[in-house]
């Protein structure tokens, strides 16, 4: 369930980007208490992130003219900060990929997100009626995902101006840069405080994009797991009713669904029905390749961060506690995406498998909500489908690989 707490995080997370970052494509409205589209100055510096090209370009032809060689196997700083370079170029080339997805639907997403919200208040009516409250393992499950947005809404916040301390350290990719090509060494001092500003501006507006991406499929997957939970059948009566002929019956099926009560299998369905529009819209919008290219990225951060903890610990001391703070979002909240990703889909996937499996058992063949439960796919959202699917095992198998990766690179 879209919990108001939940909702103040959105609302306080878009009103952060509009008045401090001043790059947003949406806005909120307090007397309709939804988004709204934001001010067109708003969307074009929402639209600047663009410009930065050069500068990844600088930094992609610095960081390949430290491919392997002799002082590359030699140096543990370089070869920290050419992992560290790749994991800040793939991840801010995965943001913006997926920040260009959803500016071609960004009106759609605005409104998903908006009616979802609605859709939760139906949800808790419906539940209000019949005076059934969650039991102890769901409301568990809800307080838990209140924390974990208000996690994502922190982290998307406070990351760029992690970030702006690391810039000052020897080992981060962009100083580094800046040092070899035009011999500026970046530090605290009063005439490098614009260039640090403009750096932790551009970043929080990468952070924000990537805040949406999470927050829109989060919401979703709480909402629809939480609906399909409630509407999942204990039991199912059998109703008899006279049809228009002499000879003819109409048989309903009543479905004792679990927090909803009692419903007629067309309520039930058209529940139902509205979940597996809003899996389609979403499938549409995160279908994309492009949107599975995280998973690189993760990997990246997690190397990154576990190489750079492990081979140049003193350095990152050196660059206080920023620079420390900046290395464990990389190295943990990687890990918490791939997590959370992972058990999130194959929850909501068996969830619904968990519904369609119940209609079709209490029910006649020749009823209407047995048809539609024999028709019914699993809801799940489709991350680099048709390549791969996201499952149960996927974060094992993410945290493996990494491992073996890691163990490679130190050997080295």
Not at 262 to 283: C, K, P, W
Not at 297 to 305: Q, T, V
Request: charged share 15%; proline share 3%.
């Amino acid at each position: 369930m879209i919990t108001k707490k939940i909702r103040k995080i959105v609302k306080y997370r878009i009103l952060v980007m509009v008045y401090l970052f001043f790059a947003s494509d949406w806005d909120w409205n307090a007397e309709q208490d939804c988004i709204v589209p934001a001010s067109i100055y708003l969307r074009w510096n929402a639209r600047l992130l663009t410009l930065e090209t050069p500068f990844s370009f600088l930094l992609v032809t610095f960081l390949l003219s430290k491919l392997p060689n002799e002082q590359f196997v030699q140096s543990k700083e370089i070869f920290v900060t050419f992992i560290l370079g790749w994991m800040e170029i793939f991840l801010m080339y995965t943001i913006l990929m997926a920040g260009m997805q959803l500016k071609r639907y960004w009106p759609d997403v605005m409104y998903v997100m908006n009616e979802m919200s609605r859709y939760s208040d139906y949800v808790e009516e419906l539940m209000r009626r019949q005076n059934t409250q969650f039991n102890r393992e769901d409301q568990k499950y809800l307080d838990k995902r209140d924390k974990l947005i208000g996690i994502v809404a922190m982290l998307t916040t406070f990351a760029p101006v992690a970030f702006g301390g690391c810039i000052c350290v020897m080992i981060e990719p962009t100083h580094a840069m800046l040092q070899e090509y035009f011999e500026v060494n970046i530090s605290f001092q009063s005439k490098f405080i614009p260039f640090i500003i403009l750096v932790v501006w551009y970043i929080s507006n990468i952070s924000s994009v990537a805040f949406t991406v999470v927050i829109v499929v989060l919401q979703y997957i709480l909402l629809t797991r939480s609906v399909v939970s409630c509407l999942t059948p204990q039991s199912v009566s059998k109703t008899v009713q006279p049809g228009s002929s002499r000879n003819k019956v109409i048989i309903r099926y009543d479905l004792n669904s679990r927090y909803f009560g009692v419903l007629n299998e067309m309520t039930a369905i058209r529940i139902f029905r509205t979940q597996q529009v809003f899996n389609t819209i979403i499938n549409e919008i995160y279908g994309s390749v492009l949107f599975a290219s995280h998973h690189v990225a993760c990997m990246l951060s997690f190397l990154g961060g576990a190489l750079a903890l492990l081979q140049a610990t003193e350095q990152i001391l050196d660059g206080g506690p920023l620079m420390l703070a900046g290395i464990l979002i990389a190295l943990f909240a990687s890990l918490l995406v791939e997590y959370e990703e992972s058990m999130e889909i194959s929850a909501l996937c068996q969830r619904s498998d968990g519904f369609v499996r119940r209609c079709a058992n209490l029910t006649d063949r020749r009823s209407v909500l047995h048809k539609f439960a024999k028709s019914c796919p699993n809801l799940k959202v489709h991350v680099g489908y048709p390549f791969f699917n996201v499952g149960k095992n996927t974060f094992t198998q993410f945290l493996a690989q990494g491992i073996d990766f890691l163990i490679g690179m130190l050997a080295i």
